[in-house]
């Protein structure tokens, strides 16, 4: 069968902004696939764990096209449970799409074409699936990839400290990124709601941005923002804006 002819289940695919990463403030079209073998207590797309229609790469593409937009995320769901998820991710590439993917981190990441931006979201503790990470991802790991914790208490933020050491995510990735779902908020003293990015790391630094967790700020002596890269144009292939500290 042609690379082409190959199906994927799809939940939905959509043009919108993009919420969360370095990527986040871009347009970007969602190509979200059904299915996830996880159960995060946090979930908010659980639709998605059933619900979804067969469609060839061929039409995928053609959807996509449609939104006449450079960047793309791979999400779900889980995107890497479907194996034809690896040719749509090369052909998208091809196309000269700028491709991320969300992963859960429980599936191998090696054979995702090194052209994609993969962002990883190791799961805590307080998500109920932390038994599920697959802590050999983090060699596949390069320079354009970002991992992301999402906490819902202050043992996971400690979790998550420790484990950005212990694997030296902070040298390792483009970025670190801490988040908290909807209802942890309140708790975590921070001023919105929604999943809102309060840290992002490219060295030993962590860089934090308002609205902030109160701990995280804790942690912070002297640092400061700057953002750097120009914006996307059809088929270009930049690095995201970095977030980089200074003055530590
Ligand atoms: S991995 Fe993502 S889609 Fe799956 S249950 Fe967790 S949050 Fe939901």
């Not at 992301?148 to 483009?174: I, P, Q």
């Not at 030993?204 to 890269?229: M, N």
Request: aromatic residues 8%.
């Amino acid at each position: 069968m042609s690379e082409r002819k190959k199906t994927l289940t799809i939940n939905e695919i959509y043009h919108s902004i993009q919420g969360e990463s370095t990527w986040v403030g871009r347009p970007c079209v969602f190509v979200r696939l059904a299915f996830c073998n996880l159960r995060c207590n946090y979930c908010d797309t659980e639709y998605a764990f059933y619900e979804g229609k067969k469609r060839t790469l061929d039409e995928i593409l053609e959807a996509v096209a449609t939104f006449g937009c450079p960047l793309v995320e791979i999400t779900g769901g889980e995107p890497l449970l479907q194996k034809n998820v690896l040719p749509l991710m090369t052909m998208l590439c091809d196309s000269r799409y700028t491709v991320l993917l969300e992963t859960s981190g429980a599936h191998d990441v090696s054979k995702v074409d090194p052209r994609v931006y993969r962002i990883m979201d190791l799961k805590t503790p307080g998500s109920g699936e932390v038994g599920k990470n697959l802590w050999s991802n983090i060699d596949h790991l390069t320079l354009r990839d970002e991992v992301k914790f999402v906490m819902g208490t202050r043992e996971d933020y400690e979790w998550a400290c420790e484990k950005v050491r212990r694997y030296g995510l902070a040298s390792r990735c483009h970025a670190v990124l801490y988040l908290w779902p909807d209802r942890s908020a309140p708790d975590c003293g921070m001023d919105s709601g929604g999943q809102t990015q309060c840290a992002v790391s490219t060295s030993d630094a962590q860089i934090h941005l308002e609205p902030s967790a109160t701990w995280c700020l804790k942690d912070v002596r002297k640092s400061r923002t700057s953002f750097r890269g120009p914006g996307l144009t059809h088929g270009s292939a930049e690095a995201p804006p970095s977030i980089i500290s200074q003055d530590r």
